[in-house]
């Protein structure tokens, strides 16, 4: 292989060059300045075609010796081809990696992702991978630019930590604060199932005043009456609210003509006092029959003779709450089995129509032979009329032309209100619109057709076995048997009909 060694050889001699001599300096622009100039070589073609060249020549004097051995013998093999061929490859590819430049920004080169114009020289913030001027960093909420070291996300909108507390954190709606953690760190509120009203559970031990009719609690911007004997009412159920025994009088009658629209007469004139809490306390403990609902009573149906305090002239409203009412001691007589109809006084119409169609069935009871009824039956059907009556005042329509279950039927005896699956009314009906009219100064506003809705919502979700769950029992078998139907059952069993 003497052709390789020849190679080396013949470039390491080419790469040495011939000096030209002494190194001088050479001066460019300012005298002070000194730099030396490079050796060259004498010969000034590119050195890849000087390599190309020489390996040319070593491979010919390879080939040469080989030629000149006896006999044409030759030493070279594919083998050595295949070298050559590889170190010609070698010295002919380039010396280094290609390089691909990457795309240039200059510096500063930024968009905002607020107002998407260029960021220039200066200040600017990194979030969310996006780049900002200062003030184009805004909060969603309010609209200002965020100049806190902390924010609130969500998704991805930015917000002052206070402007998210805002727009997230429960606030009592009876202080207006925001509601406070427990102890666990968890926001813990009390929300009233019907009204949705949020508030800050110690409002419920603080004395925060409760409206008696609706039970909202009263907020710091709102002002409630008190009546006097411990009880609250709202502005709201104030507007509707029945005062003294005389304003009673028309709504009363009216739900006489309901009941005998029904076909159930009550022939007994059975007198009604509205009366204060105390007064009504009073007759509770001297009545020895009868099942009360706790803690609050609003009405009763009595059954002894008594003597009781009734509301003789409305109360006037002053700042300081209701002054100048007027009482009057009223010996009552027993005449039938039924004395008379006591309603707590300052609830409003509603209310004190559902009061009254709910006792007067317990009178309507007593006097047709209906004898020692369970409570949860007695109460529960006292419930279901009550919210017949309701729901024929807040939506009139909701029944009409629906049959009821009968055995008699005619065909102008169509009732508006009626259950089951029959083609008859209990008995002649006078329509709701004629008995609603009757009980009503004018129309209804939506505050007191809510305040109805609300009134149907407690009785149908009354917590109590004899009132709730009597109650409950007492509509599941009405509307599928009919009311009169039930009534019979009651009457013979005792119990609802399965």
Known sequence: MKWLSKIFKSGAGSSRGVSTGEEQPQFIGDENMVWRAPFRSLDDRPRANKEKEELDRAIALSLTEDLKRPNGYRWRTETDDDLARSLRDSFNSAPYPSYTPREYYPRGYRTCAGCKREIGYGNYLGCMGSFFHPECFRCHACGYPITEHEFSLSGRDTYHKSCFKELTHPKCEVCHQFIPTNGVGLIEYRCHPFWSQKYCPSHEHDYTSRCCSCERLESVNTRYYSLGDGRSLCLECMESAIMDTGDCQPLYHAIRDYYEGMNMRIDQQIPMLLVERQALNEAIEGEKHGFHHMPETRGLCLSEEQTVTSILKRPRMER???????????????????????????????????????????????????????????????????????????????????????????????????????????????????TSSSSKKGGKSSVENKLGEFFMHQIAHDASPAYGGGYRSAMAAVNKYGLRRTLDHIRYTGTFPE
């Open 320 to 434: 300081r709450g209701l002054v100048g009412i007027r009482t009057q001691p009223q010996k009552l007589i027993r005449r039938c089995e039924v004395t008379a109809i006591l309603v707590l006084y300052g609830l409003p119409r509603l209310l004190t129509g559902a009061i009254l169609a709910h006792e007067l069935m317990h009178g309507w009871l007593r006097l047709n032979d209906y004898r020692n009824l369970r409570p949860e039956v007695e109460e529960g059907i006292c419930q279901v009329l009550s919210h017949m009556w309701l729901e024929s005042e807040v939506m009139p329509t909701s029944r009409n032309n629906i049959p009821s279950s009968s055995t008699a039927s005619t065909s102008s005896s169509s009732s508006t209100w009626s259950y089951g699956p029959s083609t008859s009314s209990y008995g002649p009906s006078t329509p709701a619109s004629s």
